[in-house]
């Protein structure tokens, strides 16, 4: 089936009118599972640290590191991809971050990239965006700077720091991006921030008001446990079953019942005669 990418101005058409969904991946199977299932967006989130590569957080996660994997995503989809920057990828200088979208864009075929941050990257946002490439902000808990925002926990509850992700929001709108993820805040303040920008919002813990939902796809599945958010819906809880799997194989390959005629190969001659006949 051939699949009708999304360009931005359809991104930003379904604004109110229908509901936009994205999800996470990270190699060229789950690439091809998402796309084939009609996801509007896929996201190589930096969420591959914790996720794939087993850091303790997104942060030592290299420009490279992303690269690599959304090469692979590309390769298994012809949806729009979007390629998270890691931490310190665009806060150094407004060059570097250019040259770094870029990146995403060159090398890995990515229709836009995301950052997190509000009016503090604004300036960024509209260098990304005035060199060509759409960018998609991010605000609420952002995993780059959680440990400045007191760790994982909801953000937005008080009147000063829900004005703020309002302003926030209403910046990274006039700097240009074309949708926004609202990441771990109140229901109340994502309805009210999607009624004040005049782009998608993209809810993960944001409540049912959002114009569209993100999920890291490995949480839905049931297939990482180390730590799940509480906001996460889990539609599958595939790692007992992949482990039921994996315990089946090495038991097998243990007692010598794996592999079995079914899994082998026969051949056209007698082997035994044919080493007979050699010697
Ligand atoms: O890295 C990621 O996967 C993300 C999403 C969860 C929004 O940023």
Known sequence: MKVMKLTIPDIIAKKGVEK??????????????????????ILVGDSLGMVVLGYESTVPVTMDEMIHHAKAVRRGSA???VGDMPFLSYQVDTREAIKNAGRFCKEAG?????????????????????AGISVMGHIGLTPQTASQLGGYKVQGRDIESARKMLRDAQALDEAGVFAIVLECIPDA?????????????????AGPHCDGQVLVTHDLLGMFDKFVPSFVKKYAQLAPQMKEAIAAFVKEVHSGTF??????????VDVEKLMADEK
């Open 20 to 41: 936009i969904s994205m999800l996470t991946a990270y190699d060229v199977s789950f690439a091809r599972l998402l796309e084939s299932q009609g996801v509007d967006m």
């Open 79 to 81: 949806s729009f991809i």
């Open 110 to 130: 990515c229709d836009a990239v995301k950052l997190e941050g509000g009016l503090e990257v604004c300036d960024t946002v509209r260098a990304v965006v005035e």
């Open 189 to 205: 303040l994502a309805k009210s921030i999607t009624e004040n920008v005049s782009v998608p919002t993209i809810g993960i813990g």
């Open 259 to 268: 592999p079995d005629d079914k899994h082998s190969f026969s051949m056209n």
